[in-house]
């Protein structure tokens, strides 16, 4: 069956830096897009960025452009979110999808919780 399992979140300061990684199984992960959200407490879930099947096209919400970087591994099954220069709005449980460059994701992992704060 399809899995998708985050790790890499934590703690960290203002400023500071995480690189979550998604590990996908269950499906043949080159032939899809792949995608990053975040739910803040009282909050819906957002897009934070996405990743066509190669790699070749990203996309991002605007909260977050020029601060993150979603890329891939097709040998590792794994995508990435580089988050730098990180602000206390970024806290939020953030969830990888299969999925979500050209419609919603449609298989979810079950979260990584990234907390900003000094």
């Known amino acids: 069956q399809v899995q998708l399992v985050e790790s890499g979140g934590g703690l960290v300061q203002p400023g500071g830096s995480l690189r979550p990684s998604c590990v996908a199984s269950g499906f043949t992960f080159r032939n899809y897009s792949l995608s990053w959200y975040r739910q803040a407490p009282g909050k819906e879930r957002e897009l934070v960025a996405a990743?066509?099947?190669?790699?070749?096209?990203?996309k991002y919400a605007d909260s977050v452009k020029g601060r993150f970087t979603i890329s891939r591994d097709n040998v590792k099954n794994t995508v990435y979110l580089q988050m730098n220069n990180l602000k206390a709005e970024d806290t939020a449980v953030y969830y990888c999808?299969?999925?979500?460059?050209?419609?919603?994701?449609?298989?979810w992992g079950q979260g990584t919780q990234v907390t900003v704060s000094s």
């Open positions: 990743i066509g099947s190669t790699g070749s096209i990203t």
């Open positions: 999808a299969r999925g979500g460059y050209f419609s919603a994701g449609d298989y």
